[in-house]
């Protein structure tokens, strides 16, 4: 994408610009925003700062888990590899 695109946080509007779709530009405000209404909700009276940054730090748990997650497969992956390999250095050898 070469041209802003507005998107709305929040009732606010923002232009960004980005190398992403505009469909997944829009996808990840919409998940933004989503996360700093639920801050909102689940927080009730604290400052538009102060929200954002639980928001924030909402978001950054959801990365580290899903790395964690993806960590994990990656390790499994590697281990039932290494498995087969054996296996059939077994049976070629």
């Known amino acids: 994408m070469v041209e802003p ?29 989503n996360k700093l209404l639920e801050a909102m909700k689940n927080t009730g009276g604290l400052s538009e700062r102060k929200t954002t940054i639980l928001a924030a730090l ?12 993806r960590d994990d497969l990656v390790a499994r992956v590697r281990e039932r590899t290494k ?5 059939i250095d077994s049976v070629v050898g």
């Open 5 to 33: 695109l507005k998107v709305r946080i929040l009732d606010h509007e923002y232009l960004i610009k980005s190398e992403e779709s505009e469909e997944q530009v829009r996808r990840i405000a919409a998940y933004v925003n």
């Open 58 to 69: 909402d978001i950054a748990s959801d990365y580290f888990q899903l790395q964690k997650e």
């Open 83 to 87: 498995a087969l390999i054996r296996r």
